[in-house]
C-alpha cells in the first residue's frame, strides 16, 4: 500500500477569486473571525504575510480536538489566485512524515462566482494511518463559512 497520496476537492463559490486568494495570502489571520468553531487563530511567525517564505502558526479544532499546525508559505502566484503550504511542525506531523496544502481559487468562465480546488499531499509515517479525508471536509467547510462571509462583505 502507497504511503504517499492526494486527497483533492473543488468547491463553487459565489466570491470573487481574488477575494478567497487575497484572505488566504494576505489576512489568514481573519479566517478565525469567520470560522470561529474551526479556526482559532492564525498568527505570523517569520517574515511577512503574503510573501513566500513566511511561516504561519494555526490553532484550529478537528475531529474533536484542539490542533496546531506551523507551515511555511511554499509558493504565491497571484496569476492563478494560487497559495501553498507546507506543514514544518504541529499535529500532523504525529501521523505524517510530510503534508501539505494548495488552494487554486479560478474564477467561472460566465464572471459570476469561482471554483475552490483544493489539494492535500501528504506521505503517512505507516499504513495504519489514515487518509486525511476528514481534514479535507475541514477545509471546504472553512471555504463555504469564508465564501458566506465574503458575499455578505459585498
Known amino acids: 500500500m502507497s504511503m504517499h497520496g492526494k486527497l483533492e476537492a473543488h468547491l463553487e463559490i459565489k466570491a470573487s477569486a481574488e477575494k ?4 488566504f495570502t494576505h489576512r489568514p489571520h481573519h479566517i478565525s473571525n469567520v470560522s470561529t468553531d474551526k ?5 505570523l511567525h517569520e517574515g511577512d504575510w503574503g510573501t513566500v517564505g513566511s511561516i504561519v ?7 474533536g ?7 511555511i508559505v511554499e509558493a504565491i502566484d497571484v496569476d492563478k489566485n494560487l497559495i501553498k503550504f507546507k ?3 504541529g499535529d500532523l506531523m504525529e501521523e505524517y512524515k510530510s503534508f501539505s496544502f494548495t488552494i487554486q481559487v479560478t474564477p467561472k468562465e460566465n464572471g459570476e462566482g469561482s ?9 503517512k509515517i505507516s499504513d495504519e494511518v489514515a487518509h486525511p479525508e476528514t481534514l479535507l471536509d475541514f477545509c471546504i467547510d472553512v471555504s463555504k463559512e469564508l465564501d458566506a462571509h465574503l458575499i455578505e462583505q459585498a
Open 20 to 23: 478567497f486568494h487575497e484572505i
Open 57 to 63: 502558526y494555526w490553532n484550529y479544532f478537528h475531529d
Open 87 to 89: 506543514v514544518i511542525e
Open 65 to 71: 480536538k484542539k490542533k496546531v499546525a506551523k507551515e
Open 39 to 43: 479556526i482559532h487563530g492564525c498568527d
Open 115 to 123: 471554483t475552490v480546488h483544493w489539494l492535500l499531499e501528504y506521505e
